[in-house]
């Protein structure tokens, strides 16, 4: 009778522990989400962005590069990156994912792209093709960065 109450309490004192351990992994997640405000701050960026480069104003769309990014290289360097042989159109931007930890979101923005110089038929035939590029966004100081290395 003692052996089994003392076995009982080993079996408690072990279920006890198993509990508080769950209890400290559950206390120390992270659960900061993306709120409403956050995600409707981040789709106005990357749609701001987005417009510049439609508009092919390189310029603007530098400055939502992150600050680092600025420090190193200039507005002439980051215009390179870019072709005058395509046209965009923004169809849509979905934020994918959220890490509140590092402050990263992943967005993915729907664009129509057709070439400005078709150079076959088919390419004429074909027009506009909607294309997904996935982008980071970082969040620096209360504001969203678009990150070049996506």
Same mark, same amino acid.
């Given at each position: 009778m003692v052996y089994g109450m003392i076995e009982r309490l080993r079996l408690l004192r072990a279920l006890l522990l198993v509990v508080?351990?769950? #209890?400290?992994g559950v206390g120390c997640t992270d659960t900061e989400e993306l709120t409403p405000e956050k995600a409707d701050a981040l789709t106005q960026r990357v749609e701001a962005r987005w417009q510049a480069l439609v508009a092919r104003d390189f310029?603007?769309?530098y400055e939502f590069e992150t600050p680092n990014?600025?420090?190193v290289f200039t507005p002439a360097m980051y215009e390179k990156r870019f072709s005058y042989g395509v046209e965009?159109?923004?169809t849509g931007v979905d934020?994918?994912?959220y890490d509140a930890r590092a402050a990263v979101a992943s967005v993915v923005?729907?664009?129509m792209s057709r070439s400005t110089k078709p150079t076959s038929?088919?390419?004429?035939?074909l #027009?506009?093709?909607p294309v997904r590029f996935r982008e980071k966004w970082l969040l620096i100081d209360g504001e969203w960065w678009h990150s070049v290395k996506s």
């Open positions: 508080m351990i769950l #209890g400290l310029r603007a769309a990014y600025r420090s965009w159109e923004l934020i994918i994912h923005a729907r664009v038929a088919a390419s004429k035939a #027009g506009a093709l």
